[in-house]
Structures are given as C-alpha cells and as structure tokens.
C-alpha cells in the first residue's frame, strides 16, 4: 500500500526516525483539500505512543478535509543544510501516513494538551493548565494513527554514522 523508499541506503532506522518525531518542533500537515488539492499546513504537536496529536480550533480548512478523507501525511524535518559548493542539501526528515480523527475522550484530550504545555513552554506547567481550562471548550485535539513511517537522511549524514 505505501511505497518503499527508492534510494536504501538513505532510510533511517525506525529508532532514529521516532527520535526525530520526538525532538521535531514543527511538522507539516497534508490534507486532501478542497476540489481534490492537496492543502498543507505547518503544525505544532506531539508525539505519543506512536501517534501524533495536534491542537486547533473547532472549525477550518484542516478538519473539513480530515472530516471528509481521514487519509493524511505529516513530514518533520530534523535537519535541512543547503552546501552551496557542494549542489546539495545535508538533510534528515521524516513523513508519517496515517489516518486522522478528532478526539471525543476527554481524558486523552487532557494529557495530550497537557503533554504540549509540557514540550512547548516547559516550566509554565501552572500557567498550562489555567489555559487548557480557559480554551476547553474552544480546542479540538486531532490524533493521526501512524500506519507507515518514512526517514531519510542525506548522503552525507549517512557516511558520518559508519
């Protein structure tokens, strides 16, 4: 059903494509947008349990098109270094298929923001959760349910791991 990656010798291990998920800052989202274009969107999230959470509002382009096709890809990019002498990019990414949905357990919901305050603006853990209570009801937490996982890493990269 996915592709395998066509240049070997250049595929992360799953141990070095899930680090990058876990360090990663932000990802980008793709979604089968409207009239069949594909629609993009730079995200941040988290990484659990081999699935990616995200937050966002309640209505917009991204969960129109998860409502319709569930079908998404996420791509992080760990590392991205143009060599200009070179005509190459010294590089690390990972992409991600799964399938998307909008949480309804409030449970999961709570220690996934909880998990964000957590990554993006640790010691404000006190502040996080004044703010998970007050954007409660204005939040929705989309899970995407990891089916393949995808890691690449430039030429050069691969040569300084042997």
């Known amino acids: 059903m996915f592709r395998e990656m066509r240049r070997k010798n250049q595929q992360l291990s799953n141990e070095e494509a ?23 969107v730079p995200l941040n999230y988290v990484f659990c349990d081999n699935k990616l959470y995200f937050h966002c509002a309640k209505s917009g382009h991204k969960l129109d098109s998860i409502q319709k096709d569930s079908r998404v890809s996420f791509c992080v990019i760990a590392k991205d270094r ?13 992409i991600v298929f799964g399938k998307a949905g909008i949480l309804q ?25 004044e ?12 899970r995407i349910d990891i089916e393949y996982t995808s890691g690449k890493s430039s030429r050069d990269l691969m040569k300084s791991k042997a």
């Open 18 to 40: 899930t680090e990058i998920l876990m360090s990663g800052e932000t990802g980008v989202l793709g979604v089968n947008g409207d009239d069949g274009y594909p629609y993009t």
């Open 82 to 94: 143009v060599i200009p002498e070179k005509f190459s990019t010294s590089f690390q990414s990972v």
């Open 105 to 129: 357990d409030e449970e999961e919901k709570r220690r996934v923001l909880e998990l964000l305050v957590e990554k993006y603006s640790p010691g404000y853990e006190k502040e996080g959760s």
């Open 131 to 142: 703010e998970i209570k007050m954007a409660w009801n204005a939040v929705n937490i989309v």
